[in-house]
C-alpha cells in the first residue's frame, strides 16, 4: 500500500509563502479534516482534489476567513491570516467561489471596479490609478471587449473570466477559487486556467483552488493536495499523486477505472468469452476498443506492448489481452496464444496499417495473415472499413 505523502516539515513549511500549521477544519466545533497541512511559494498553484463532501470547499472557506479554524493557523507571507483586518485582507487574498453572480444592472466594467473597494475611501469613489488597475485587470482575462455590456447577459465562460479580472482588480498575492470551471464547456475551461496559469507564471500571483477535472488538476498544478477521509492523503507535484491506482482509491471507484497515465477515466469493461478479437497497435485500436464496450461486446487484443499508446485502454476494456514487454521482440507462445484467442472470436478486426515496417512486424504480419484467412476479417482504418 503507498503511504500518504504529505509536505516538508514545518521547519520547512514555515519558509514557504503560504502555508497551514496544525490546522482543523469543521463546523460547530465538530473537525471534519484534521492536521491540514498544505505550502505553496510565490507564483505556484496548489489544487484541492477529491470526492464530492470530502471538504475540500471548507478547508477553503477556513483559509479566506469565512470559517473559523477550529486549531490551527493559516500563514501568507510570515502573517497569521485571521489577525489581518478586513481590509488587509483583501488586499492580500482574492476569492472566486462556486456559484452564478447576477448583479443587477451593472456592466462587466462596473462588476470590476468592486474589486477596487478595499482601496477606495468612505464613498467608494475610483480614482484613475483604480481605473488603471481595472483596464489592466480586464485586460490580462481578455474581457476588455464586455466593458459597457450588461453582466447578466454574458455567458457563463465570459462571466467567470469577468470575476476573475474583479479578483484580480484587487491586485493580491494570492487568490483562492471553489470550483471555478463547474459552469464551462471544454473551451472555455481550458481558456480559464490558461489565464490562471499565465497569471501564475508571469504576474507572480499565487492560485489556491479546487477542481473536480483531474486531467486539468494534473496539468495545471505545481502542488496537489488530495481530501479523503478526515486528512489530506496526499500532498506534492501531480507526478508524485497520479501513480498507477491511487485516484480509484482516493474516489472509491468501483464502477469502471481511471488510468492515471493518460488522465483518462474509462466505463467498465464488458465481460465473458471474447467474440471478437482486435489487432491494434499505436494507438489504432482505441476507437475500436471503446464501440466494443458501447455495445457490450467481450473482445480480445493483442499483441500489445505494453508501452503501446493502445495498451492502457485496452487493460480497461478488453477481455483478454496479449502482451509483450515494452522493447522485447515477440515470443512464439505470443503469437500462438493470439491465434487461439482468433480462431474462438467470430470476428476478427485489423487497425493496422500492414504496410508499415518495424522491428517487431514479421510477427504481427504472421498475425494479419493469419487472419486474412478468415471470410470474417474486417481492415479498419482511420475510421473507415476497407
Not at 465538530?30 to 505550502?39: A, D, F, Q, T, Y
Not at 475611501?121 to 483604480?130: C, E, I, M, T, V
Not at 469493461?269 to 466494443?292: D, H, N, Q
Request: hydrophobic share 35%; with cysteine.
Amino acid at each position: 500500500m503507498t503511504k500518504s505523502r504529505q509536505p516538508e516539515g514545518e521547519y520547512m513549511a514555515e519558509k514557504k509563502y503560504f502555508y497551514t500549521k496544525e490546522l482543523s477544519v469543521g463546523y460547530g466545533g465538530v473537525p471534519l479534516i484534521k492536521e491540514v497541512r498544505l505550502c505553496l511559494e510565490k507564483g505556484e498553484i496548489l489544487t484541492l482534489i477529491g470526492p464530492n463532501g470530502a471538504g475540500k470547499t471548507t478547508i477553503l472557506k477556513t483559509i479566506i476567513q469565512q470559517l473559523q479554524p477550529l486549531t490551527g493557523v493559516a500563514y501568507l507571507d510570515g502573517k497569521d491570516l485571521s489577525g489581518m483586518s478586513g481590509r488587509e485582507l483583501a488586499r492580500k487574498m482574492s476569492v472566486v467561489l462556486t456559484g452564478r453572480v447576477y448583479p443587477e444592472m451593472m456592466t462587466c466594467r462596473e462588476v470590476v471596479e468592486t474589486g477596487r473597494y478595499p482601496y477606495t475611501g468612505r464613498f467608494g469613489r475610483l480614482s484613475q490609478a483604480d481605473r488603471k488597475v481595472v483596464q489592466k485587470s480586464m485586460e490580462l482575462v481578455r474581457v476588455k471587449e464586455l466593458s459597457e455590456v450588461d453582466f447578466g447577459r454574458i455567458s457563463d465562460g465570459q462571466r467567470q473570466r469577468v470575476m476573475l479580472a474583479r479578483a484580480l482588480s484587487q491586485e493580491p498575492e494570492l487568490i483562492v477559487l471553489d470550483e471555478p470551471t463547474s459552469f464551462l464547456d471544454i473551451r472555455h475551461k481550458l481558456e480559464f486556467l490558461s489565464v490562471l496559469q499565465s497569471l501564475s507564471k508571469e504576474e507572480g500571483l499565487s492560485v489556491i483552488l479546487s477542481l473536480h477535472e483531474l486531467e486539468l488538476a494534473e496539468r495545471i498544478s505545481d502542488k496537489i493536495a488530495c481530501v479523503r477521509g478526515d486528512k489530506i492523503d496526499r500532498f506534492g507535484p501531480p507526478e508524485e499523486i497520479f501513480t498507477p491506482g491511487y485516484i480509484s482509491r482516493l474516489y472509491g471507484i468501483t464502477t469502471g477505472s481511471y488510468e492515471e497515465r493518460t488522465g483518462t477515466p474509462e466505463l467498465p469493461a464488458a465481460f465473458g468469452i471474447p467474440e471478437i478479437f482486435v489487432l491494434a497497435g499505436k494507438g489504432t485500436g482505441i476507437e475500436i476498443y471503446r464501440s466494443l464496450q458501447r455495445k457490450k461486446i467481450p473482445f480480445a487484443t493483442g499483441i500489445l506492448w505494453t508501452n503501446d499508446l493502445d495498451y492502457p485502454v485496452a487493460k480497461r476494456l478488453a477481455a483478454e489481452v496479449v502482451e509483450e514487454q515494452a522493447f522485447c521482440r515477440v515470443r512464439t507462445e505470443k503469437v500462438e496464444k493470439a491465434k487461439e484467442l482468433m480462431d474462438g472470436c467470430r470476428k476478427v478486426i485489423c487497425t493496422l496499417k500492414t504496410e508499415e515496417g518495424g522491428d517487431f512486424y514479421p510477427e504481427l504480419k504472421e498475425l494479419v495473415e493469419y487472419g486474412k484467412n478468415r471470410k470474417d476479417f474486417i481492415v479498419y482504418i482511420d475510421g473507415k472499413i476497407l
